[in-house]
């Protein structure tokens, strides 16, 4: 099978810092994996790999089999990043938005069409044609969203989408994920938000230090065990 995140022996070393100590990991479409842990566990620095954003110092990251490394524009056909502050031109509405970054990643809709994306991602239709300096956290998350599915990503990678969103922002985020991963979009995310990581997640792997410690499927563990099983690793 080839699965759509893989990553083998993953290995960064920072000037004097071993962020991530020979990562593996594989991620099949559908799956929603949460990586959870403690400021400067490794979370960031995994998913930063998987972007190409910075260099692995051994081991290989994939990308629908791909290796990231060798094929760094490729890769990126299937990938959508979302981080905590999703990145937007404030001047400009939602729509022009997505249709700059559509349009940027090959894909030109008709007006329509991208409206059709902003609102099925849950943007409010009044918001559609309002400049994005004007919009909340929640609505930036969703036009996000709605710029990885204009672009066809088969990959999402999160990190801490839903921190700073009040509750019924994040709830809506959640479940949008969950909608995509029934379409088999994959998702991989890091969030120190342990509830929603059981609520959307299939899978929630543990980081310390460097080091995936633990991976459980979340259908098997409520909310309570699996906060349980955090704080055991943390201590
Ligand atoms: N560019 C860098 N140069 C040096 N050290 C770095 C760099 N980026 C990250 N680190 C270090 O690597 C370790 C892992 O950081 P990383 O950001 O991956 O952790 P994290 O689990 O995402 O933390 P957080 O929850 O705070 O986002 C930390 O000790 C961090 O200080």
Redesign the pocket.
Known sequence: MTYILEAKELRKQ????L??RGLNLQIAPGEVFCLL??????????I?LFLGF?QPTAGAAFVNGLEVATNPIKIKEYLAYIPEQVMLYPHLTGLENLALFSSLAGYKYPQWELVQYLTDAGLPAEAVQRRVGTYSKGMRQKVGIAIAVAKHAKVLLL??PTSGLDPKASNEFSELLRRLSGQGTAVLM?T?DIFRAKEVGTRVGI?RE?ELVDVRPTATLNAQELEQLYLTFMN
């Open positions: 920072y000037a004097d810092k962020a991530l842990g403690q400021n400067g566990a490794g979370k960031s620095t995994t930063n910075v990190d801490e890091a120190h980081m460097g």
